[in-house]
């Protein structure tokens, strides 16, 4: 199996907030913490396009990088996961990622900031599985149920796909040969290309 | 008088020579070492009770399932 990923495209979101809606209600996220979020370009205007964001599970991640305690591990499924006993909630990996993936908890007073929660993949986190430590810090263990993210799963247009890197590359490009639009967006001709196929050796000749 | 001449000529080679020991500014990053709990694979809980292929399976089905042209073609 390759690496989990998540792709969205833009041709297909309709900003609905159904995945941002789902991962609230799958993780009972608190008040103020946003694992998903939809983002619009050009709101308002004839065109706009929107794109779903969360932690996109970087292969080389850049807030593993600047943890100053390591608390971050990737699973052998490639899911960006982080140990919440060990996080200091010293917001270092906020200024680090890209995408704001990484957002902390504003509770009681003066503005304190507790430790960092981001999008898990539904993956849950270093405690056992499906028990209610896990869910209370991490939230629920999908993908330990054979289930893919629920943002994912809960799309109504399948604009946000999410799972194993090669097939969702595969169903998207599908998409874009099927309706001969959205390669510009993604360059998926040398992102998400197949292979080359090597030559074939003329008839007769030795490998 | 030769004294304090030696004396400066010491002091301004070892004020030229003090940038030779100067360290490349640049900080190499490292990746660190997970500290954290050990974190158990996705197959190993009683659900799958640590087959990884009935995993694989089921979250392949999902992954497949999320093609509406193939769904289309059946």
Known sequence: MARMKFLCDAERCIECNGCVTACKNEHEVPWGVNRRRVVTLNDGLPGEKSISVACMHCSDAPCMAVCPVDCFYKTSEGVVLHDKDLCIGCGYCFYACPFGAPQFPQDGAFGLRGKMDKCTFCAGGPETDHSATEFRKYGRNRLAEGKLPACAEMCSTKALLGGDADIIADIYRTRVLKRGKGSEVWGWGTAYGKPERAPTPPAGAKS | ?74
């Open chain 2, 1 to 74: 008088m030769r004294t304090l001449l030696v004396a400066s000529a010491v002091a301004v080679a070892a004020a030229g020579l003090a940038g030779c020991g100067e360290k490349q500014p640049v900080t190499v990053y490292k990746q660190g070492q997970y500290q954290g709990k050990p974190d158990a694979r996705p197959w190993e809980n009683d659900l799958f009770k640590g087959d990884k292929l009935a995993w694989e399976r089921a979250v392949k089905a999902r992954n497949t399932g999320q093609n509406e042209y193939a769904k289309a073609a059946q």
